[in-house]
């Protein structure tokens, strides 16, 4: 799939891996929706894309439904035409509390970013890019997290939501097959964001912004000792696209742990429980 002149849309564009994504469709000549709750920083951001004649334009997230139909109709179209490839990363954490303490709030949070955030974009992004008929792609941001719980984390909130992005895609692929319309779930190891601040912008229906100074303060360490540089995610992406990959991982990976929880699900299947269809 060729970039140049081609549109598309970024969800959490504003930093991390949405701003490196973002950066390297710009850079292969693609022209670049930007979206972020974040409006000071996505507009900041796409000013600094633009400014290096990487053609870029933005909207803030704040409100996902009405933002997304902009962004996938009246808006994009005015200025680009038609969306061929939508990147659904926006994403906030929830590490270091146990399942059983993680409030109703918290569970509203993640789930209502990580997960409706690509339910949002599906329901908008791929009609459009259907619609055209031309050549399109859908990157989904799940995690490395979507393939394993590690142990000693307590991210079972974060690693759930990371799981239901990775069923959302392949069912996504499944429902796409015989049409020119490609599904890549995006896999990352660490990476060196500030997603461990991603409590910041928590609405106030759910409590308003929140601070979790010792959390954050470990994960943000963690991201930042072993952490790969964001633009190489977008790097990674856009090798996805043109290759058709699906499962695109990039950075550190638990390889052995994720074969041992496949292993594992497979000597289930060894019993006189179960028969095949």
Known sequence: MEFSGKTAIVTGAASGIGLGIATALAEAGANVVMADIQKDAVEHAAHRLS???KPASRCALRRPRPVLRSASARSRKRRFGKLHIACNNAGVPMHGTRLVDVSAADWAFVIGVNVWGVIHGI???????LKHGEAGHIVNTASVAATQNRRGTNQG????????????SEALEHEL???????TALCPGPIATNIALGSRNRPDHLGGPQVRPTDEAVLGERLARTGIDPKLVGERVLDAIRNGTFYAFVSAVPADVIRARHRRIEA????????SY
């Open 51 to 53: 400014g290096t004649n």
């Open 123 to 129: 329901r908008h992004f791929v009609p459009a890019i």
């Open 157 to 168: 909130p974060y690693s759930m939501s990371k799981y239901a992005v990775l069923s959302l």
């Open 177 to 183: 097959e015989g049409t020119n319309v490609g599904v």
């Open 268 to 275: 289930a299947l060894e019993t006189r429980w179960t028969t």
